[in-house]
């Protein structure tokens, strides 16, 4: 069974960084695609990044040029990360890790396997 497990959320003031990982394990061979997702109170559950099994990334305009994904495969272990930079206010929410073997994109829909999440607090 394919579990996902985030670290790295925290409080920051504006401009600041964090960074997040997660840890994915369980799985036969590695997914199609990775991403991270976030939700704030009363919104919906966006995308952030993703990243392909090859190692390339695609951003939500909100967050380009300030979030970077990247991702490490060692034998039978695979991290995801997302380093966040220059963080503002409206990046508070709940992050989200998701995996899928077959899809590859910012829906949530196109993915089967998340993570429990980590909170992300930014004060201004």
């Known amino acids: 069974q394919v579990q996902l497990v985030e670290s790295g959320g925290g409080s920051v003031q504006a401009g600041g960084s964090l960074r997040l990982s997660c840890a994915a394990s369980g799985y036969t061979y590695g997914p199609h695609s990775m991403a991270w997702f976030r939700q704030a109170p009363g919104n919906e559950r966006e995308g952030v990044a993703v990243i392909d099994r090859h190692g390339s990334g695609g951003y939500a305009d909100s967050v380009k040029g300030r979030f970077t994904i990247s991702k490490d495969s060692t034998y039978a272990k695979l991290t995801l990360y997302l380093q966040m930079d220059s963080l503002k206010p409206e990046d508070t929410g709940m992050y989200y890790c998701?995996?899928?073997?077959?899809?590859?994109?910012?829906?949530?829909?196109?993915?089967?396997?998340w993570g429990q999440g980590t909170h992300v607090t930014v004060s201004s």
């Open positions: 998701a995996a899928d073997w077959t899809h590859l994109g910012l829906s949530p829909d196109q993915y089967a396997y």
